[in-house]
């Protein structure tokens, strides 16, 4: 993918979101947060506005959820009035595991749990 901003259709989001090469799982979790983003931002575009009801059919009949239409509808409203720089995001980063040989081989990254607990602290 080319340096800058680059307009995806919805294919080319989820291999730039999920694709490993040259790459890292930490470097992938970021690149999912910007696609979350772009897709918050493009929703909240007033070209796509009118798509909405549309949308939010397509959506209701893919995913599984108790919320009512009425509570979705007040979520999305709620969504509306939100600045993204008032949205706390974070990733698991390197620095927050350690590499690790587990006895039959295997290779894995252990959890240093102090600094991925203050992560989650950060959020309460």
Known sequence: FPA???LMDGGTAL???RIRHDS??????QRQ???????RDKLL????????PALAQVLWSAARTDLTVD???LLGCA??????????RTTITEAMVEPTKLQ?????????TDLINAAIASFR
């Not at 969504?79 to 706390?88: F, K, T, V, Y």
């Open 4 to 6: 800058g901003r680059v």
């Open 15 to 17: 291999i730039y979101a």
């Open 24 to 29: 890292s799982d930490f470097r992938r979790m």
């Open 33 to 39: 947060q910007q696609v979350l983003f772009a897709v």
């Open 45 to 52: 575009s007033p070209a796509v506005l009118p798509q909405i």
């Open 71 to 73: 509570d979705i509808g």
């Open 79 to 88: 969504g509306l009035q939100i600045q993204e720089s008032a949205i706390s």
């Open 104 to 112: 039959d081989g295997a290779q894995v990254l252990m959890p240093k």
